[in-house]
């Protein structure tokens, strides 16, 4: 006779395996995703082991706990809407992450970025279950050799799908600007004397929106905490004000004699090369989250880099040996100009 403890704990995973593949197949439909959906399937089952469970116990009432009489911890309905909006939204970030690698690739590579979820799920639902146990009982008790668990097996299980995970190309839809024509007129202005000077930009707008929405919660928050805490209102004026600092992206300018790269309205300058100390200029493609790690200023062992979007640019090679990556939505004609300038047709 099979323990009903045992038949109980079939009968979870089952519901908690068929809940989370429904959800990620739905998500999979819904967005086209090149990046295999059960490899997200340990964060999504510790969600919905957290959510049954919790369910469970709010139908027997064992969410619900008094200490002196006094509820201290939240409803139930309460405690199951921020364990699920917390865990979507890690789950949702971690899908869009590893959605991102997958279409950057060009070789089968190991995702150790697609261990956020199960680590970040795990680390929610333990931390709100034993939350409960201590108002309940003083203590954390169960949850710290539960912890382990509940955090550790999803991540083990998720490198092992990592690994499992195949390649899945995409057709590559980049288009080479043919600069030829652009390069025919540069050498003539060049050698009658006249001034080049080229200038683009990147301005994102996902960094704008970013921008803008945090520096306006910064400004909520100052206004609200003005008369209780004045100094923390006065700080979080002056982080508010210093984000439009790097408001208006990355801008590059090229003249014959200096090649600079800018941030912000203020300009304030991330790379200044003599042209004359430029050695080799070449297009460059790139993968953003495997290479650099995700967008902005980056540098790894080989380089410096600076883009705020796409995976193309033009890589510069000084003289002394140091390279340095510059982002660029039109990276023939940004390299066609250094040439020119620096004396490489």
Not at 50 to 55: D, H, I, K, L, T
Not at 202 to 221: D, K
Request: proline share 3%; glycine share 10%; net charge positive.
């Amino acid at each position: 006779m099979i323990p009903s403890i045992l038949v109980r704990f079939g009968l979870l995973l089952v519901v908690v395996a068929a809940l989370s593949i429904l959800s990620l197949k739905g998500v999979k439909r819904l967005f086209d995703l090149s990046h295999a959906w059960w490899t997200h399937l340990p964060a999504a089952m510790t969600l919905w082991a957290g959510v049954v469970v919790g369910g469970i116990m709010t139908a027997s009432g064992g969410l619900v706990y008094y200490v002196n009489n006094v509820n201290v911890v939240p409803g139930p309905w309460r405690f199951l809407g921020n364990l699920v909006g917390i865990s979507v939204l890690l789950i949702g970030a971690s899908i869009f992450i590893d959605e991102l690698w997958a279409r950057q690739e060009t070789r089968k590579t190991f995702n150790w970025m697609s261990l956020f979820d199960e680590t970040a799920v795990g680390i929610v639902v333990v931390a709100s279950f034993a939350s409960l146990n201590r108002a309940a009982h003083g203590s954390a008790g169960w949850a710290q050799i539960a912890g382990l668990l509940v955090i550790g097996c999803p991540v083990v299980v998720g490198i092992i799908l990592e690994l499992a995970r195949p390649y899945v190309p995409r057709e590559d839809l980049v288009q080479v600007e043919d600069t030829s024509a652009l390069e025919a007129e540069l050498t003539r202005r060049q050698a009658a004397g006249e001034r080049i000077t080229y200038w683009e930009a990147q301005n994102p707008a996902w960094m704008t929106a970013l921008i803008v929405v945090t520096a306006a919660a910064l400004a909520f928050g100052a206004a609200t905490s003005y008369r209780q805490a004045p100094w923390l209102s006065f700080l979080l004026l002056v982080l508010g004000a210093g984000l439009f600092l790097i408001y208006g992206g990355l801008r590059v300018s090229v003249t014959e004699g200096l090649v600079e790269v800018r941030l912000g309205m203020l300009g304030i300058r991330l790379l200044t090369m003599p042209t004359n100390e430029i050695a080799e200029v070449s297009v460059h493609t790139f993968a953003p989250l495997k290479d650099f790690g995700g967008y902005g200023i980056r540098g790894n062992r080989e380089m410096k880099a600076y883009f705020f979007r796409g995976n193309r640019g033009v890589l510069l090679r000084s003289t002394r040996g140091k390279k340095y990556l510059v982002g660029s939505d039109r990276p023939e004609r940004l390299a066609t100009v250094l040439r020119v300038v620096g004396g490489q047709q």
